[in-house]
């Protein structure tokens, strides 16, 4: 279930310091120095900048942190120190100070904070703030025995000079985009037994309903009168039945014009009878990244009441080998009556999301965007998801958004002479092409989406196979090993500039 921070906001010259302030975060500029908007906070609060230079505690470098105790009477017992990069732009070097800071603090006790200097009266810093706060106290409890769960409030004391009314508006977007991101990294950790597609239907159900969202749950034999059978072909091998979750957001109830959005919800990919080696299969619980993304980012639209309409379509399945699962030179006949010929029953997502973005397309959206993590890696690395599409604004747009969510992608080609690899002998198209190298195998199955998308609609494919989850080796200070939620942030930011647009 989705966990609802709840933040509340006080001038740190009310708060009765030695009562309230359990911590403070300061930052700090590159070189040493204090920013000078927390060296005035923490002289309010009676630490003299002195005493953390002569403890040895102010980081000189970008994203280096410091954390050690305060001594005394009537002073916060903790300072969280880190280093502020003012390169990366105001908004931008707040929130990633502040998600490392979160991962920093301890408990759920008040939080003295001021922003930094660089980002004072700039719209977005606040909400910047507590959603990097939010992101960064993330912790994954549900398996442990003997931890104190992850904080569900936030008690600031901030020393602004903003209208209040403002700045709580601010904090409060923070959160729900914060939390709606906190939940896809929750589902992505949840154990494939705990998550099989009837399962996880139900939660989304739950939380999107909540937050406005018409849903309707697909079941098994609805998918089959249907003719959904891409996605009853990839869950043949598996005892868990699949189900298609559906949904329907109006915010702007004026229009029509709608977005559609499919997500691929491969709750277990074991690579089906193309069996993964079990180094790959190991992180195969997080294939279902995409669907849980645009599931947050749908419910961040419901309760931040963005004006835009969303058609969404979350096909999931389970992908097992067995004696009934689907068989290298299967044909199958998807919604829309194209057929593919199996090569490799490991690329299913393709297959499922098919059957949906064929359906989603019937209804006349005014732009569509599949998410997914469809091919083992993309050529950007681990920092930057992939977007292929043939709509360069489009594509432009999310990148973008992208940038700004602190949720970077990057434009890569959807080369269309490759095409030709997916030829098949005996169907309209094969699910892959033979022996393709990694780096073009994005493109490729992005072509196999784009056969089930008419000519005239602008769509993208954003590949989040590289990004759905950091690992030791890409882990970074704000961001751990593990779930990212990434791009349900990036995908409010677009809806939010779609909404504005129209
Ligand atoms: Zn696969």
Redesign the pocket.
């Given at each position: 279930m989705i966990r609802e921070t709840s933040v509340r906001l006080r001038h740190v010259e009310e708060a009765r310091i030695d009562a309230d302030a359990e911590q403070v975060v300061a930052f700090t500029c590159p070189g040493d120095r204090l920013d000078p908007a927390s060296a005035r906070m923490l002289e309010r609060l009676g630490v003299a900048p002195g005493e953390l230079e002569a403890s040895g505690l102010l980081p000189a470098r970008v994203h280096q942190v410091a954390t050690g105790p305060l001594l005394g009477a009537g002073r916060p017992r903790r300072v969280v120190l880190v280093g502020l990069d003012p390169e990366a732009g105001a908004v931008a070097a707040v929130r990633d100070a502040a998600t490392i800071a979160g991962r920093h603090a301890e408990g759920d006790g008040p939080i003295a904070v001021a922003l930094p200097t660089l980002a004072a009266r700039r719209p977005g810093a606040t909400e910047a703030l507590v959603e990097g706060l939010i992101l960064g106290r993330h912790r994954f409890d549900r398996y442990r025995s003997g931890v104190a769960p992850r904080p569900s409030a936030l008690d600031l004391l901030v020393a602004a000079d903003v209208a209040e009314d403002a700045l709580i508006a601010e904090a409060r977007r923070g959160a729900i985009v914060a939390d709606a991101a906190n939940w896809a990294r929750d589902l992505a950790t949840t154990a494939p037994a705990d998550k099989t597609p009837e399962v996880l239907a139900e939660e989304l159900r739950a939380v999107v309903a909540a937050a406005g969202g018409s849903v309707r749950i697909w079941s098994e034999r609805e998918l089959e009168a249907a003719g959904f059978r891409g996605v009853l072909a990839v869950a043949s091998g598996s005892p868990a039945r699949p189900a298609m979750v559906e949904i329907e957001l109006r915010g702007d109830a004026s229009r029509d014009a709608h977005v559609a959005l499919a997500g691929k919800g491969?709750t277990f990919?074991s690579?089906g009878l193309d069996l993964k080696a079990v180094e790959s299969m190991y992180t195969m619980k997080h294939?279902m990244g995409g669907a849980a993304a645009v599931a947050a980012a749908v419910y961040a639209a419901g309760r931040l009441a963005l004006p835009v309409n969303l058609h969404v379509a979350l096909p999931l399945v389970e992908?097992m080998p067995s004696g009934t699962a689907l068989r290298p030179g299967d044909v199958i006949e998807h919604w829309n009556g194209m057929t593919s010929e199996v090569v490799s029953p490991?690329?299913?997502?393709r297959l499922i999301l098919a059957d949906a973005i064929s359906y989603l397309t019937t209804r006349a959206p005014r732009s569509l965007l599949a998410v997914s993590t469809l091919t083992g890696t993309t050529a950007v690395g681990a920092d930057l998801w992939g977007v292929f599409s043939d709509a360069h604004d489009l594509a432009g747009d999310l990148v973008e958004a992208g940038r700004r969510a602190g949720e970077p992608g990057w434009a890569l080609p959807l080369w269309r002479p490759y095409r030709s690899y997916l030829d098949s002998a005996v169907a309209d198209l094969r699910n892959t092409g033979e022996r393709l190298t990694y780096s073009v195998a994005g493109i490729v199955a992005s072509l196999f989406l784009a056969e089930f998308v008419p000519p005239s609609l602008p769509w993208a494919h954003i590949d989040i196979a590289a990004t759905v989850a950091r690992t030791r080796l890409t882990a970074n200070a704000a961001w751990p090993a593990g779930a990212t939620g990434s791009p349900a942030r990036a995908l409010v930011r677009w809806l939010e500039a779609t909404g504005a647009a129209a």
């Open positions: 491969v990919d690579g294939d992908n490991d690329a299913e997502g």
